[in-house]
């Protein structure tokens, strides 16, 4: 079954070029053209991606991504024309897995969501109710599993995103084990680490907030100048 991805841009041939671009690759597409409209076509049928671009009339980018993650873990790649690391920083604090900005190669954008498509459903395969705990991780309370990309504390499921989900599968499958942030890009990312590179630190601390609010404590220690870890 094709995915389907929601392009939302105010400019009108921009959303055009990624649609056909997506398309080659036999992906299916929709658009909008404001927040309002992206909120509306996502409440009435499934996406499998979200392409958000910031800076739109009505509703930015940055509030359509704060009101997606409140239900959803949807993969989310946000485009933008602002290419300052706390622009990057806070696009990915707000809830985006990934950040392209523009001027970009419409080759670079289709990788980008491949990779998040592949991250994010890779592991979601149908198989038969089984008692068996086949590809579960329990460390105490925190459940994972890898099977549905889902975590559960006490029963209760931590709403995670694709790459926040990746990111504590690693750690997770490694206990004890120092993970420098290059290493984490790397091993979920599946790309080149480039210094300076804030995105492994930025769902890190987002992984390790939602993680203690339903823990009670802290999981994902730092150790600092190295990486992090978890210590069962």
Not at 222 to 229: D, P, Q
Request: net charge negative.
């Amino acid at each position: 079954m094709s995915k389907s991805i929601l392009i939302v841009d105010d400019d009108r041939e921009i959303a055009n070029l990624i649609d056909i671009y997506l398309r080659n690759e036999g992906l299916d597409t929709a658009q909008a053209h404001d927040g309002e409209e992206a909120l509306a076509l996502l409440a009435s049928r499934t996406f499998h991606l979200l392409v958000l671009d910031v800076m739109m009339p009505k509703m930015d980018g940055m509030e359509v991504c704060r009101r997606v993650r409140e239900t959803a873990s949807i993969p989310i790649l946000m485009v933008s024309a602002k290419a300052e690391d706390m622009d990057k920083i806070l696009g990915l604090m707000t809830g985006a897995d990934d950040y392209v900005v523009k001027p970009f190669n419409p080759l670079e954008l289709v990788v980008r969501v491949k990779t998040l498509l592949r991250r994010a459903y890779q592991y979601v395969q149908p198989s038969a109710a089984s008692a068996e705990d086949e590809g579960l991780i329990r460390i105490n309370e925190l459940t994972i599993n890898k099977s549905t990309h889902s975590a559960e504390v006490h029963g209760r499921s931590v709403h995670l995103t694709s790459t926040e989900f990746g990111i504590l599968h690693l750690l997770a499958s490694n206990p004890g084990r120092v993970f420098s942030a290059e290493d984490i890009f790397q091993q979920v990312w599946k790309e080149k680490y480039f210094e300076s590179n804030n995105t492994v630190m930025v769902h890190i601390s987002k992984l390790r907030d939602k993680l203690e609010q339903e823990m009670g404590r802290k999981l994902i220690t730092t150790v600092w100048g190295v990486g992090y870890k978890i210590e069962i």
